[in-house]
């Protein structure tokens, strides 16, 4: 790369939009359509002819139910044909079970789907799938022993041309469709990774372009952006508006009001599995937060200032690799006190993940020291480092934060189920853990039927609250947090958020990392700011945003350790700005880049 | 495969990619500095832990084998079939010594990764030659005739090929088939039956795939639409081809056995030209037809799994069946389909114990062999080719211990016939790399 090319691209706007704009003088497409769908051999369910395909869509009436939780209570909702329209509620509120009706991954129990006016069944995803409706799942739909390429072409294969009734797979082609997808739409990962070492970031963009390579009338997005970068998701709704601009039509689902303000045309709420009613990108994030929560929800977080004491956590020169053996964290110095919360701001995938890894005992350490309170904790098991008063909310909940098919309760536990009080001897008592999980449901406000339910069948943002309830109600020294509200509703980040202010001022240190810049800036005392695996600035929250977002971008004053960033100190705000963007931008539709660029 | 694009460095990768998000810091830092990959792993690697397993193993057999070899006398090794053929003497005691190095050399490499690229070689090598390390000892002042052994090894390892198939098959798509000692039993008495009956070969070999079939059709409709616990069921259908084969055999097989249980047998096919071929000829181009059969399915069933759409379907609905049904495919339909193919694949492995060896069916003849299968599919790792590779192993420990106690060895034949499982079990527990069963096996998929 070099930055002339970056500054050429910022001139002419990224390569999708081109792309895009060429679709409009070429109204058939065809040409580019036959890149992608050229002679498939065979042709898996998905391969139609193609042809511009308006589609509307209607749901009547949805009504879906598990035992005695109603998870949608006849639901009406109409996409129209080139619409993006938004799905906003709370967690639990039934968006991710009516997005399942409708895509034939659950069957109603009421109401009918209706395309282009005609009522059809949506038995099975094929069928949706036949009817050209596409979908990115909250929970992702990958197979994770398969490579970035085998998931993406899965379904849909590409077959080699010579005797293809055996259907020999060609991996060729199957790449270079990954890499075309990844070229077109800004979405880089490598189609010959397995997608089990992929930290999740990148298995949502392995399944955003799983999702676009099928070309689908209608696509559904069900929290695509909970783990995406601010820059990433700006790529995302750039990919949207082009979707759009070709009269495709998107259901679109996120917590995070902005985004939904910025891209959205029409924004239905959902409460406890019922519309609440539908508005336009004009109404204010307050009130939308508001009819999401059934009252008015505070957005910014209170805090007084902090009183540092001790340090907890202390860090030095610490090197990690990565599973393949780059070294992702590179002489890393933290100190964190009690009593204050030290923020790690970075693009995802500096080396933040494999630092609090390491911290975890989760990661086995090149070289350097981690203590706790003056205590070495290199070489100790993560149950040891739990034991001794850390708390931990992972990056990744469904893999590494709860047991899905254990209950709520049961997971409520899982760190202390061999102590008092919820054991005596070897035998578990269930009398004690109930009660506790009962008061930490409500303390938590976790939506679940009951607490032996299995935290599977939860919604995404209520599991992300078991692991934080968890983890946060037993006496902490140090309280290690990633993405802790990821995929949490407004009214529970709000919550998470006081409850991490009250266990800073109760003298806990406080280690977050989250690539939302908001929320880090929101909470932290101070802030570190990461980049390839070096810590470049430790700055407080107030530090100018531009400032922060250089350092993002791995500009570190006059004098960077990227020669050449330095000598072109405009382009590089203007494209690091994109970092800092998230926050500044308020108006929907802004999505040029920052408004003052110094 | 391509040369372009698909590099695992980020530098190959960032080259492949002109995107516009080369323009912001790459989401996967660059730095190049490859540290040594056993800090990032903890010591005990595959390499490692296989490395210092078979270092230790080679110097005690050097020692130990060595010692107990008689230094005078030599073990002969005979190539051919004829009696007075090529025969390799080696000096038992040197040879004991010599092969127990080899292997402890071969582990020492392991351990440094040098032969990390062939790492299945290198433990083929190790394994052979702390065979041969035994094999100097035992056979001292003995003749051994290799191509004997090794057709019997062939022979005893066939239900093993064809049955742990049967496995793959089925689990690969992630249903569990504990039943393959009932696809086996099921298949050896309706082929020895049928085929007598209508005095065609052909014929039984058919009757013992539907045979086999049949129980699977049993096994497919009780785990897949009505949900019944996977290994409880195989079971279940084990006790249930018993019980039926043993009728069948008391009431009317044995009594009448002119009419109903006196198939004959596939004579032994020879390929011209290739078995004039010294020493392999005898062995692998006179054989039975069911090891050609045997043979084409492991080539065609590992080709079939790693490189066509069937195969990457398969694999996706054994792992993460819910993934697989949100792209279109039909979970519950392939596994159906996948538990068919094994049914008949153990059927015809049922076949080869009476229309391939000794004609008759016998009650109980398969004699557990359908769970022996399980385990070499285990051992293999869930692969066609590894699958194989564990029912040679397995066949021939079973053929040495017929062998040793013909040459009146003092070592008791129980530990012999222990050893294999005995690997298994390392196997299983992770001593060579990594062991995993598709994700997916044994769940059942309901869409709600
Ligand atoms: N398979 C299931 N079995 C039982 N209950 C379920 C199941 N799936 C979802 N539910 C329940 O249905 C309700 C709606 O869940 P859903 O996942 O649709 O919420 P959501 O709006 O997507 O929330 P989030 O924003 O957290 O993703 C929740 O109460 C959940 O516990
Ligand atoms: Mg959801």
Redesign the interface.
């Known amino acids: ?1 070099g ?1 002339s ?2 500054r050429r ?2 001139r002419t706007g ?3 939009l081109r792309r895009c704009q060429s679709a409009h003088c070429n109204p058939s497409r065809s040409g580019a359509r036959a890149l992608w769908y050229g002679g498939v051999g ?1 042709g ?3 391969a139609r002819a193609y042809k511009e395909n308006p589609l509307k869509l209607e749901l009547r009436g949805i009504t879906k139910r598990f035992g005695d939780v109603v998870a949608n209570d006849h639901i009406d909702l109409t996409v129209e044909p080139g619409e993006i329209h938004a799905l906003l509620g709370e967690n639990g509120a039934g968006k991710t079970t009516l997005m399942n009706v409708l ?1 034939g ?3 109603p129990d009421e109401g009918e789907i209706l395309i282009n006016g005609v009522p059809r069944t949506c038995n ?3 069928e949706a ?2 009817a050209g409706i596409g ?1 990115v ?1 909250q929970h992702f ?6 490579t970035v390429a ?2 993406v ?5 590409r ?1 080699r041309s010579r005797l293809p009734f ?4 060609d ?2 082609r199957a ?2 469709d990954v ?1 075309k997808v ?2 077109d739409y ?3 990962v ?4 397995i997608v089990e070492d992929l930290p999740v ?2 298995q949502q963009r392995v399944e955003i372009i ?1 999702a676009l390579r099928r070309q689908a009338d209608l696509l559904i997005l069900d929290e695509p952006t909970a783990v995406l ?1 601010p ?1 990433e998701t700006d ?1 995302l709704l750039a990919v949207m508006r082009s979707l759009k601009a070709d009269g495709k039509s998107i259901v679109f689902i996120s917590h995070k009001l902005r985004e939904v303000r910025a891209i959205a045309d029409r924004i239905t709420v959902i409460r406890h599995g019922r519309v609440i009613g539908t508005t336009g990108p004009e109404t204010s994030e307050d009130e939308l937060a508001a009819m999401m929560v059934g009252r008015a929800v505070r957005l910014r977080v209170e805090k007084k200032p902090a009183t540092p004491g001790d340090v907890v956590l202390d860090i030095r020169d610490l090197r990690v ?8 964290v ?1 002489g890393v110095n933290l100190q964190v006190r009690a009593g204050e919360v030290l923020g790690i701001a970075g ?5 933040q993940t494999e630092l609090v890894e390491a911290v975890m005992g989760l990661r ?1 350490v ?1 070289s350097g020291v981690i203590s706790l309170e003056g205590q070495n904790l290199i070489g100790r098991t993560t149950k040891q480092i739990l034991r001794a008063g850390v708390g931990y909310v992972p990056e990744d909940r469904s893999h590494d934060g709860v047991v899905r098919d254990f209950s709520v309760a049961e997971n409520l536990v899982l760190d202390l189920y061999d102590r008092k009080p919820f054991a005596s001897g070897l035998a578990l008592r269930p009398q004690e853990i109930a009660t506790s999980a009962r008061k930490r449901i409500a303390e938590f406000d976790v939506r679940t039927s009951s607490p032996d339910t299995p935290v599977g069948t939860l919604s995404g943002g209520n599991q992300q609250k078991v692991i934080v309830a968890r983890e946060m109600s037993r006496p902490l020294k140090l309280f290690v947090a990633s993405q802790p509200t990821r995929g949490v509703d407004v009214g529970s980040t709000e919550f998470i958020h006081a409850r991490i202010v009250a266990e800073r001022d109760q003298g806990t240190a406080v280690l977050l990392v989250s690539s939302e810049l908001d929320e880090v800036l929101a909470l932290a005392d101070r802030v570190a700011v990461m ?3 070096k810590v470049l600035d430790i700055v407080t929250p107030d530090a100018p945003r531009e400032h922060i977002g250089l350092l ?3 500009v570190t004053g006059a004098a960077g350790p990227d020669g050449e960033a330095a000598t072109t100190p405009t382009t590089a705000t203007e ?2 700005d ?2 800092a963007r998230e926050t500044d931008s308020d108006e929907p539709g802004d999505e040029s880049g920052g408004e003052d660029t110094p | 495969m391509t040369t372009e694009n698909h590099g695992t460095s980020p530098v190959g990768r960032t080259e492949g990619a002109h995107t516009a998000l080369q323009t912001r810091p790459s989401p996967q830092p660059a730095i190049e500095e490859v540290a040594e990959s056993t800090t990032a792993r903890g010591f005990w690697t595959r390499s490692h832990r296989a490395g210092t397993l078979f270092a230790v193993l080679g110097i005690a057999a050097a020692v130990g084998f060595g010692a107990l070899a008689p230094s005078d006398q030599d073990a002969r090794f005979r190539l051919s079939e004829s009696a007075d053929g090529f025969t390799i003497p080696i000096p038992a005691a040197a040879g004991a010594i010599a092969f127990g190095v080899l292997c402890a050399v071969a582990g020492v490499l392991l351990f440094t990764g040098v032969t990390r690229r062939f790492f299945g070689w290198s433990v083929g090598v190790a394994l052979t030659s702390l065979l041969l390390s035994f094999l100097c000892w035992q056979v001292a002042g003995e003749t051994m005739a290799v191509v004997t052994v090794a057709q019997t090894t062939l022979l005893l390892s066939l239900p093993l090929i064809l049955g742990s198939l049967s496995g793959v098959l089925c689990e690969r798509a992630g249903v569990i088939n504990i039943a393959i000692e009932g696809q086996f039993l099921a298949g050896a008495c309706a082929g020895a039956l049928v085929g007598t009956l209508a005095s065609n070969l052909w014929v039984g070999l058919a009757a013992s795939a539907l045979a086999g079939l049949f129980i699977a059709w049993l096994l497919a409709i009780f785990a897949i639409r009505y949900l019944v616990d996977q290994v409880v069921l195989g079971v279940v259908l084990n006790v249930f081809a018993l019980g039926l084969t043993g009728f069948l055999f008391s009431r009317l097989m044995q009594p009448e056995q002119q009419t109903y249980n006196n198939p004959g047998t596939f004579k032994e096919v020879s390929i011209p030209l290739l078995s004039d071929i010294p020493f392999l000829g005898p062995v692998l181009f006179e054989a039975s037809m069911f090891l050609y059969i045997a043979l084409a399915l492991v080539v065609i069933i590992q080709i079939g799994l790693f490189h066509t759409r069937w195969g990457l379907r398969v694999r996706a609905v054994g792992e993460h069946p819910t993934a697989a049904d949100t792209v279109g495919i039909r979970v519950n339909r392939v596994r159906y389909l996948n538990v068919l193919y094994g049914g008949l694949v153990a059927g015809i492995g049922g076949a080869f114990f009476t229309l391939g060896r000794v004609g008759p069916f016998q009650e109980n003849m398969t004699d557990g062999k359908g769970f022996i299968a399980l385990a070499a599919l285990i051992f293999g790792r869930w692969s066609p080719t590894g699958a194989l590779a564990a029912a040679l192993l397995f066949g021939f420990a079973e053929q040495l211990q017929i062998y040793l106690s013909a040459i009146g060895s003092e070592i008791p034949s129980e530990i012999l016939a222990m050893a294999p499982y005995l690997a298994t079990l390392l196997a299983v527990a992770g001593l060579i790399g990594k062991v995993r069963a598709p994700a997916a096996d044994g769940q059942p998929y309901v869409n709600r």
């Open positions: 790369m930055w090319e970056g691209i910022l990224p390569p999708r065979g898996g369910p998905l895509y991954l659950l069957q099975s995803p094929r799938i036949a979908m799942h739909m990958l197979v994770p022993v398969f085998e998931n072409m899965l379904g849909d294969e077959i055996l259907g020999f797979l991996r060729r790449r270079q890499l990844s070229a800004g979405l880089e490598d189609p010959d990774a970031g990148l799983k970068t820059q790529e690799v990565d599973d393949r053996g780059h070294r992702v590179d693009v995802q995938g500096n080396g086995p090149v980049y390839r695996g993002m971008a791995g494209h690091t994109a970092a």
